[in-house]
């Protein structure tokens, strides 16, 4: 085989140029995810730490930290990586089509979410974190589980011997 021909080099350039591209998408991204950090009130630099980056952004949404872990098994990943990316979306005060070009094309909307005019308006999943004395109460006034005058919602006691 010869590789001294016009092909080689030509298939070497393509190649070239496509690492290039690609290194240049990335930075893209990552100086998008910067300036969200940025603006979220947490440090920039988090946003090139591989696993810290995740750490980062659960707590920039307001969701508890076994996310991480549910961030990090494979095919359950990608279902809260969407979850993810919108509760990003919504803290910033952006919709569900958002969320889909984020996921899309994510060289274009982060950056644009962190260069652009959006202001962090909190944590979107803030009401989850208060539970039910946050008002998310699904039971309203009849909340059975805070019922202190039912003996079957009693710590046990220990007999007297």
């Not at 947490?42 to 872990?69: Q, T």
């Not at 899309?104 to 208060?130: H, N, R, T, W």
């Amino acid at each position: 085989m010869d590789y001294n021909s016009e092909y080689a080099a030509a298939g070497a350039g393509i190649g070239a140029g496509m690492v290039i591209f690609y290194l240049a998408i990335l930075v893209l991204v990552y100086a998008g995810l910067w300036k969200i950090f940025v603006k979220a009130g947490k440090p920039g630099w988090a946003a090139i730490i591989p696993i810290y980056n995740l750490i980062v952004l659960i707590e920039i949404v307001g969701k508890p930290m076994i996310w991480i872990l549910w961030l990090l098994i494979p095919c359950v990943n990608i279902v809260f990586a969407v979850w993810l990316y919108n509760l990003l979306s919504k803290s910033f005060g952006k919709t569900e089509g958002y969320t889909v070009g984020m996921i899309l094309l994510p060289f274009v909307f982060i950056p644009m979410l962190g260069f652009g005019d959006a202001k962090y308006l909190g944590p979107s999943a803030a009401e989850a974190q208060a539970g039910f004395a946050g008002g998310n109460n699904p039971f309203g006034v009849n909340n059975p589980f805070n019922n202190t005058n039912d003996p079957f919602n009693q710590p046990p006691t220990t007999p007297n011997a």
